[in-house]
């Protein structure tokens, strides 16, 4: 078995081709050409930068859901019929007892996979190529793949390293710390190549991007158990170096969200949608959004009401604080296709669809012999951080901004708490530039972790943060779901749909706390293609 069969798919991603907004070429589709003379020429070339950075499209996707429902930020539950329970793999995530053959996590492994395959086979014939910026060009490709194995060192930690697509030979796993020196050492080796970190150069791999990058490394160096030299201070020195960009924090926080928001200066790296995509597309709508709820927001698609807020995250923004609103849906829908509008109904029992913030797990509709239960299909704070746009259909037009500036101004904060040096501004000065922007007249006088990272969920909810966010502040185990470990009456009011009785903590239940949890287990799918593989501590041994 060669490895070039892992990466089968590579050889139609390299063919069927899109060139994105960010090659400042107009959009074309390549189709059957011919693989040992495709990119002799400037365009082609171009098209195969565009098919590494289409790969950052899939973090919407399977890579969002690991990060969000396994930390703190939000839940898939059951609804009442069976809906999102899929062989149970969301309550795996929010229970954390996932195992080799979760979906969500074996769809994480197979997206890093082929999106470095991708790289790999791209990289050698943009470094061929005779084009006057090939150098400039090949090294945002190694961005793009620095990434993607960032991403699997933070989801999985031990894995395999493939830097060479001509290199035929099955890997073994490489250890965390070789995955993070090698990071580390690319990073530091492209930055000098790659293009200025200027609004123009929207959509690429920057140099503001490289720095940021380097920044999220050493910060969670530590959480992580790798070795690396001054890592607070490396944090605080290329957080510094991404200032020198042409970076602003947008003076309207939810501008960043706006269905045009490829204008906001504040981004740094960003993944690329279109609402004529056809694949990768952006479709949050679909998977958060109640059954109806298309109605009362001039939209064209019903959701599948799938994912909503952990309640006790909701709870922490104050009412007044734009972010709230900003972030979540919540509250009675109205059908505006009607006049005078009129409050909505669920499919399911009649009930108001009133998006409550407090989600309730109903006795008697357990699965899996435990605590998980299904709960009706109106509760639950949805997310509305992204805009939806009027008259959406099956794709969002809106970017995913991977990395921002208040990002950043956060990792220097939490840098020099945690005993980093070299920064510009004391710490409370970098969270009150964010936190007053996006609510004024509530800056704090000094700031401790805990304000850091309080501010980290309050700007920076449903941005694929949360899991390592709760590694690194030591609450890994801690979910933000209190009403799961009470007894909900299935008893319901007839017109909210709302439990009648709800008694106190039913269930003593707590996530587990063992160590080698922080890490996901390596899916059996891919042993079953490379039995070179061994899994990481804890979890079942591949046999």
């Not at 990466?7 to 589709?29: G, H, K, N």
């Not at 989801?155 to 090698?182: A, C, H, W």
């Not at 309207?252 to 490829?262: A, G, I, L, M, R």
């Not at 101004?409 to 969270?431: D, T």
Request: glycine share 6%; charged share 25%.
């Amino acid at each position: 078995m060669k490895k070039n069969k892992i990466f089968s798919l590579l050889a139609a991603a390299s063919l069927l081709i899109t060139v994105p907004s960010c090659t400042d070429l107009d959009e074309r589709v390549f189709d059957k050409l011919p693989a040992e003379t495709f990119g002799s020429t400037d365009v082609e070339v171009n098209a195969l930068v565009g098919t590494c950075y289409n790969t950052l499209k899939r973090l919407t996707g399977d890579e969002f859901n690991t990060s969000e429902a396994s930390g703190s930020c939000m839940i898939h539950p059951t609804r009442i019929g069976g809906d999102w329970y899929d062989g149970g793999q969301y309550e795996q995530l929010f229970m954390h007892t996932y195992s080799s053959q979760t979906q969500a996590l074996r769809n994480s492994w197979n997206h890093a996979m082929e999106a470095i395959g991708t790289c790999n086979a791209n990289i050698k014939v943009v470094e061929a190529s005779t084009m006057a910026d090939a150098a400039q060009k090949a090294a945002e490709i190694r961005g793009i793949r620095a990434y993607w194995y960032y991403l699997l060192c933070d989801f999985f930690g031990n894995v395999p390293m493939v830097i060479d697509y001509d290199d035929k030979e099955l890997p073994t796993n490489s250890t965390r710390q070789q995955v993070f020196d090698f990071i580390i050492s690319e990073l530091n080796s492209i930055i000098p190549s790659l293009p200025e970190s200027t609004h123009d150069n929207y959509g690429k791999f920057t140099k503001g991007a490289g720095y940021t990058l380097l920044a999220k490394m050493y910060l969670n160096a530590e959480a992580w158990g790798v070795n690396a030299s001054n890592a607070y201070n490396e944090v605080i020195k290329n957080c510094e170096n991404v200032y020198q960009g042409d970076y602003i924090l947008e003076p309207v926080w939810k501008d960043n969200f706006k269905v045009d928001n490829e204008t906001s200066k504040e981004a740094i790296l960003s993944a690329q949608y279109k609402n004529t995509d056809t694949s990768l597309t952006r479709s949050q709508h679909f998977r958060t959004l109640g059954y109806v709820d298309y109605k009362a927001l001039n939209i064209k698609s019903a959701g599948w009401n799938g994912y909503c807020a952990q309640p006790d995250y909701v709870k922490l923004f104050a009412d007044d604080d734009p972010r709230k609103e900003g972030s979540f849906l919540i509250g009675i829908m109205y059908d505006l296709t009607v006049t005078p509008s009129v409050p909505l109904l669920t499919e399911k029992g009649n009930y108001i669809m009133d998006h409550s913030i407090e989600v309730y797990p109903l006795e008697g509709t357990e699965y899996d012999n435990c605590e998980w239960r299904a709960v009706n299909q109106h509760d639950g704070a949805r997310k509305g951080k992204w805009d939806f746009e009027v008259g959406l259909s099956s794709a969002m037009e809106n970017d995913y901004h991977i990395f921002r500036l208040a990002d950043v101004y956060l990792m220097e904060a939490e840098a020099i708490l945690r005993g980093g040096s070299g920064n510009s501004h004391p710490a409370e000065w970098f969270v009150n530039q964010v936190r007053d922007r996006a609510y004024p007249g509530h800056s704090y006088t000094s700031v401790t972790l805990d304000e850091v990272q309080l501010e980290r969920r309050l700007e920076l909810a449903w941005e694929i943060t949360s899991r390592q966010d709760d590694i690194r502040f030591g609450c890994y185990d801690k979910d933000m779901w209190s009403m799961f470990r009470a007894n909900v009456s299935h008893e319901v009011d007839p017109t909210t749909g709302f439990p009648k009785s709800i008694n106190g903590n039913k269930y003593n239940w707590n996530r587990p706390k063992d160590e080698y949890l922080k890490l996901f287990p390596i899916p059996l799918t891919a042993w079953q293609t490379n039995p070179n593989l061994v899994q990481n501590p804890g979890y079942p041994a591949f046999n």
